[in-house]
Structure formats: structure tokens, C-alpha cells
């Protein structure tokens, strides 16, 4: 009783101390625009950091901490340190609630009572963990507490687990699991390339990761650094406020889509559907045949490319041959930094020799007084007058209009080298060159870019988060690493998720192998935290007939995932959301096929079911029931997830990538799952499957 008074105490001390700094955080909101008076800009960006501030610490103050350690350092007095999502220090430098990313706070998420030690920036720090308490706090009032120690570590994990999905990202500073607190907090200077199972939280421990990675480095490297790269427009609004929420700012998040656009500096129309050369675009071979295509580009383009004016060769082309291949020596990584060099170098050849040739057009020019009609020789003198000012600077502006073609668009450079490749159709070029891709030519048009003009602004990045990367191919990772040339890379996928067989990678080893063959690491998440039990179980059959790694379900048994025979499906799915709105609060409806979604859409509404029909060009869900396409589901999780049919009709199950599509749709669940179909259930599901037929 009396240590319940003291932690009692304690939160109310802490309380305060939120309370003060809520009241300072106010004041600099208000005083913002005096501060940044002359640029409004940076006084609006200011005062939106200043407000997420005041956010976070009005959550802090809720919801304060979640742990205590009580740890002694070797030679030291005992410390005890009381755990948050953000740390709070006093008016007098004093820490009042750790931060989850200190140093300190892994004693927490890696170890048990007793011998313990820490990572600092100036080593090991080894001593011992006297006690590991776990808080239970709401509206800044203390509900429980308990020694975790004394308890399995599934317990601990429960009451996080067994929550609603719009809770769940927020919770997990408190839930973090020793194999995930260890991907966290790997050194920036590593690459990871993460293979874990549905539900393994990829996508949580990825921006766990950067907002570790901005705290640890917030002296040395700006937020804007960093950059995570998602599958779609959907899924980047899904986990755009989990940063934030996480005290991290200004860190840019874009889908794969948005940032070819920004790179490229180009709108273009995207094609649906894929070709027979799919594999081949999105693979290293292409890569090769690229580099090929413009050494040649390059070589034909100097071998008979003399610069004249008005006949007169001002450079030969076998002088201008000659720098080039003495360029070439150098290793020059885009072309239009060896253009810039070769222009610099030949145009002081012009200036060294600009007396001569400015006699040679002088010479010219007097030579044609006779034949040419004063209209023309007045313009013809004016072009000299210019001429004599411009060899002051080696006609460098006349050069670069010479070598024009030399850097040209990548669109333009890529028609042309698929035009020479057999099995390519002008029409598939003729598309390109109207800037007309499909999802396979990106790299393609990346890495030609790059090739061109080279990063850009882009090499000033340092770390870049790609999740689902699954559905990258070898030429993806090549071409971001080229770009990303100063970053380093945190790669979350999952092979059994992986659905575009066609233009996607088939194992991690050849990602190591090629774009990251050095100081990377592949890592392991095995157990899966999203599902029940009794869903894992059933999703697992899949992967044990695709001879993947089966997700090791973790702690939490739930309901029996209800098999229902209907022939009637939306009256089916109209009778079972009655009952599941009443306990969840985010409900989704998944079919393989979008026209199907479409017709349920339709009937759902008629019925007065509120719900949002997620597709393509939606970016945006704030919970509720919604309906979607299988493939448009990877990486969400719902409370409830109905899937309209998994017949074998539906998903066959010699189809692997049918078999993936109903993995993921089925492992977007947290506590239950209905599976309906019409007469028989796909053959992969039907060991052990327990029936159960409804009569409508």
C-alpha cells in the first residue's frame, strides 16, 4: 500500500512537470512570429513543429510513461528511470521521463532482472537491473502497475495485442520486443534488409527505426534526411501520423510512384497491366544492356561530330574525340558531369586559340562581301560581333547547344534502347517516348536519369526506410542506391507477400549479392504479433504449401476463423457487419477481383451500411467499415476482416500468386476472420479447415 502512495506521488510530480512545460511551449507558440518576424515561412513551419510539440506533451501528460528500471551501474548508486514515448527535462536540466530511444531505455526492452548492460557512445555500460515495472496510466491517473519480471513476457504483451487497430501504432514504444528493439537501433552506418512474416510489425519497427535514428543523430543530421518510400499513396497517409506522433518532424514520406515523379521532374500516365518483358525490365540484365547502350550512344555520338561554324572547323572532331576518351579514363559516374568537363576542357582549347580562329571568320566573312546582299552581310556582322565577344568565354554557350543531345531525356533515351532490344514493340517504345510507363520501366527511367544528371539534391539524404520491398526487383535496388549515393538502407519485405512474381525479387540473396553486398545485414522476424492464434494457424497452411517460413503465432488465442458457405454473400456480409460494428472499430471487406468490390460497394450502401470503398486513387481511411482488393490490403490491418470468396474458383491453388493474395488477405486480421464461399473452399485450405455452413 505504501508503494502504491509513492508511485502515486511520483506520477503527480511528473504530471506538473508536464504542466510547466505545456505552459512554456505555449508561450514560444505565441511569441513565434516575433522571433522569425522577418520570414513568415519559417515562422508557419515553426509554429506547426511548436503545435505537434503541444500535442505530444498534452498526450505526455495523459499517458506520462509506461515503464520504470530501477538500474545500478558497476561502482555506481542505484538510478531509477521512468520510460515514455517522448522525454521530458525540467527548467533544471533534470530528466524527468527518459526517452524510449536513451540509451538507457533498451535495458527495458532487452533484459530480465539482473546482469544488464546498455550501449552509450562510449561503450558497453554494464551494471544491474534491480527492477522492471510496467505502468498502466489513463487520463493522467495511475489504473496499475506490476513487476514484470514476476510475469511471462506474453503477459506483458497482452493488454497491447489484444487492443483495437487505431491504437495499435501508437502503443508499441511500450510492447517493443527485443529482435524488433534490436533492428531499432542498429547503427545508421549499417544497411538491414529485414525479411518478416505478416503481422511481424515491418512497418511499426521501420518508423520505430527512424524516429531512434533521428533522436540519436538530431546534432548532426536533419530529419529531412531521412526518407521512407511505401507502396502507395494509401498506405504513406495509413503511417503519416505515426511520426509525428513520435516527436519526428519533416522526415519525407512518399510511395514508390510519387517519388520516380519528383525525381524525374516529370507528370507522366501511368499503363495498367504488364508485358511479357516485365522480368526482363526490372532485372540487373537490363541494367547492363543500359550501360552498354550509352557507351555506345556516347562513342557514336563523338566519332564524326566536328564543331564548325560557317564551315570553318573550330574543333575537329578527332580533337574532340580525343578529350572524350581521355574523359572516359575517369570513371565519370553521369554523363552530365563528363559533359560539363569536356565543354570546360574544350572551351579553353577555344580560348587559347581564339586569336587564329577569329581570323579564319574574319577571313570568311570578308571573302563573301561580293556574293552575299548587304541584308544579309548586316546580319552576318552582327553574328561576328557576337562571335568575338563569345571567344572571350570559349563559345562555351555555342558548345553546350552542340553537345544538346548529349544529356538528353530519359524518356527519350529509354524508347530508343528498347527499340533496339528484340520482342520490344514500337508501340510499347512509341508510349515511353509520350511518357507512358508502366510500373516495370521505372527503374529503367530512374537509373537513366541518374545516369544522365546523377542525384540531385537526392545524395544529401542518409537513411531511406523501403517497406514492402517485396515487390522490388534487383534493378530497383540499384537504381535507388545510385540516387540514395550517400544513405544508407533499412529494407522491411516479406517473400510470401510478395504478389508481382513477374517484376519482383525471389529472394534477398541476390539483393545482397549485387546492390548491398557490403555491410548489410539480413534479419529475421519469425513471430507474428498482428494475429490471433487460430488465423495464424489457418494462414499457415498457405505458406506451408509455398515451403515458406510459417509466422510463429504469438500469445493471443481469439475466436475460430468461421468458414461460411453462402451463395448469398453481401446478404451474408450485411448480417455479420451488424454484429462486428458493435465491437470493433475498424471493419474490412476483401475480394480478390475489384469489379466484385464494386457490386458489394453497391449493395452495402443501399442497405445504409456506412463504409468507404478504398481503390487506387483513394488515399485516405479513418476507420469504419471499408472495402478493397486483396492486393490493395497488404500492409493494413483490421479488427475484423471478411474476405467474399475463397473458393477455389477464386484463388487457385496452383496459382502461387493466388496463394499470396489470399496469405495477405487473410493476415490483415487482429481478432477475427470470416472466409465465404459458394460451394467448395480453396484446396489449400481445406486440411483441417472446420466447416461451417450457414442457411440463408
Not at 36 to 55: G, S, V
Not at 339 to 360: A, D, M, P, V
Request: glycine share 4%; net charge neutral; hydrophobic share 35%.
Amino acid at each position: 500500500m505504501l508503494e502504491l502512495e509513492q508511485e502515486k506521488k511520483k506520477l503527480a510530480l511528473v504530471i506538473k512537470e508536464f504542466e510547466k512545460a505545456l505552459k512554456r511551449t505555449t508561450q514560444k507558440v505565441e511569441n513565434v512570429y516575433k522571433t522569425y518576424q522577418n520570414d513568415d515561412w519559417i515562422a508557419e513551419e515553426a509554429k506547426e513543429e511548436m503545435k505537434f510539440k503541444l500535442k505530444n506533451l498534452y498526450a505526455g501528460k495523459n499517458h506520462p510513461y509506461f515503464a520504470r528500471i530501477d538500474f545500478i551501474e558497476e561502482k555506481q548508486n542505484k538510478e531509477n528511470f521512468y520510460i515514455g514515448k517522448i522525454g521530458l527535462i525540467n527548467e533544471k536540466e533534470q530528466i524527468v521521463v527518459t526517452d524510449w530511444r536513451a540509451p538507457i531505455a533498451s535495458v527495458y526492452y532487452d533484459h530480465g532482472v539482473g546482469k544488464a548492460f546498455y550501449a552509450a557512445p562510449k561503450g558497453n555500460i554494464h551494471g544491474e537491473l534491480l527492477l522492471k515495472r510496467q505502468y498502466e496510466i489513463e487520463k493522467s491517473e495511475l489504473i496499475s502497475y506490476r513487476d514484470v519480471d514476476s510475469v511471462s513476457q506474453d503477459e506483458i504483451l497482452k493488454p497491447y495485442l489484444s487492443a483495437n487497430a487505431d491504437s495499435r501504432l501508437k502503443s508499441i514504444v511500450a510492447s517493443i520486443q527485443s529482435e524488433q528493439n534490436t533492428i531499432i537501433r542498429k547503427p545508421i552506418q549499417r544497411n538491414m534488409v529485414v525479411q518478416g512474416v505478416a503481422g511481424s510489425g515491418k512497418t511499426t519497427v521501420a518508423l520505430h527505426r527512424i524516429a531512434y535514428l533521428v533522436y540519436q543523430h538530431k546534432d548532426t543530421i536533419y530529419s529531412r534526411d531521412f526518407m521512407v518510400i511505401g507502396p502507395n499513396s494509401f498506405f504513406v497517409n495509413y503511417i503519416s501520423s505515426v511520426l509525428p506522433d513520435l516527436d519526428v518532424y519533416d522526415v519525407s514520406q512518399n510511395d514508390f510512384l510519387s517519388f520516380t515523379s519528383k525525381y524525374l521532374k516529370q507528370k507522366w500516365h501511368l499503363l495498367k497491366g504488364e508485358t511479357e518483358n516485365s522480368s526482363y525490365k526490372t532485372s540487373l540484365v537490363c541494367q547492363k544492356e543500359i550501360d552498354a547502350f550509352l557507351k555506345e550512344r556516347e562513342e557514336t555520338y563523338m566519332e564524326n561530330h566536328s564543331f564548325v561554324i560557317w564551315g570553318i572547323p573550330i574543333l575537329s572532331a578527332s580533337l574532340i574525340k580525343k578529350v572524350y576518351q581521355e574523359l572516359c579514363l575517369k570513371n565519370y559516374d553521369f554523363a552530365s558531369q563528363k559533359w560539363e568537363r569536356l565543354l570546360l576542357l574544350l572551351s579553353k582549347h577555344i580560348q587559347n586559340h581564339k586569336q587564329e580562329i577569329w581570323t579564319q571568320l574574319s577571313r570568311k566573312y570578308y571573302q563573301e562581301l561580293a556574293i552575299l546582299s548587304k541584308d544579309v552581310l548586316v546580319l552576318k556582322k552582327k553574328e561576328l560581333s557576337k562571335i568575338e565577344t563569345e571567344l572571350e568565354k570559349g563559345l562555351k554557350s555555342r558548345l553546350r547547344k552542340h553537345f544538346s543531345l548529349f544529356v538528353e531525356q530519359p524518356q527519350i533515351l529509354y524508347s530508343q534502347f528498347l527499340l533496339k532490344k528484340k520482342g520490344i514493340s514500337e508501340k510499347e517504345a512509341k508510349d515511353i517516348k509520350n511518357k507512358k510507363y508502366r510500373i516495370e520501366d521505372l527503374p529503367g527511367l530512374l537509373y537513366l536519369k541518374y545516369k544522365m544528371q546523377g542525384s540531385g539534391y537526392y545524395e544529401n539524404y542518409k537513411h531511406i526506410v523501403l517497406d514492402e520491398a517485396q515487390d522490388y526487383n534487383d534493378f530497383h535496388f540499384y537504381a535507388l542506391k545510385k540516387i540514395f549515393k550517400s544513405a544508407t538502407f533499412s529494407i522491411f519485405g516479406d517473400l510470401a507477400q510478395s504478389l508481382f512474381p513477374s517484376r519482383s525479387i525471389q529472394s534477398w540473396d541476390s539483393v545482397l549479392q549485387t546492390s548491398f553486398n557490403q555491410n548489410t545485414d539480413l534479419i529475421y522476424l519469425e513471430k507474428s504479433y498482428r494475429t490471433t492464434i487460430e488465423i495464424m494457424v489457418e494462414a499457415n497452411k498457405i505458406n506451408k504449401y509455398l515451403h515458406l517460413k510459417q509466422a510463429v503465432p504469438v500469445i493471443r488465442h481469439g475466436k475460430n476463423v468461421i468458414y461460411e458457405k453462402t451463395n448469398t454473400p453481401y446478404e451474408t456480409i450485411y448480417t455479420l457487419l451488424q454484429e462486428l460494428q458493435t465491437k470493433y472499430e475498424s471493419i474490412a471487406i476483401i475480394h480478390k477481383e475489384e469489379n466484385e468490390v464494386q457490386k458489394a460497394y453497391k449493395y452495402l450502401k443501399t442497405k445504409g451500411i456506412s463504409l468507404t470503398h478504398i481503390h487506387e486513387n483513394e488515399d485516405t481511411y479513418t476507420g469504419g467499415v471499408c472495402i478493397l482488393t486483396s492486393t490493395l490490403s497488404k500492409g493494413l490491418e483490421f479488427d475484423a476482416v471478411i474476405i467474399m470468396d475463397v473458393s477455389e474458383e477464386a484463388f487457385h491453388t496452383a496459382d502461387v500468386l493466388d496463394m499470396k493474395l489470399l496469405y495477405v488477405s487473410m493476415t490483415r486480421a487482429l481478432h477475427e476472420l470470416y472466409l465465404l464461399y459458394p460451394s467448395k473452399v480453396a484446396k489449400v485450405l481445406q486440411d483441417d479447415a472446420s466447416i461451417v455452413e450457414i442457411n440463408q
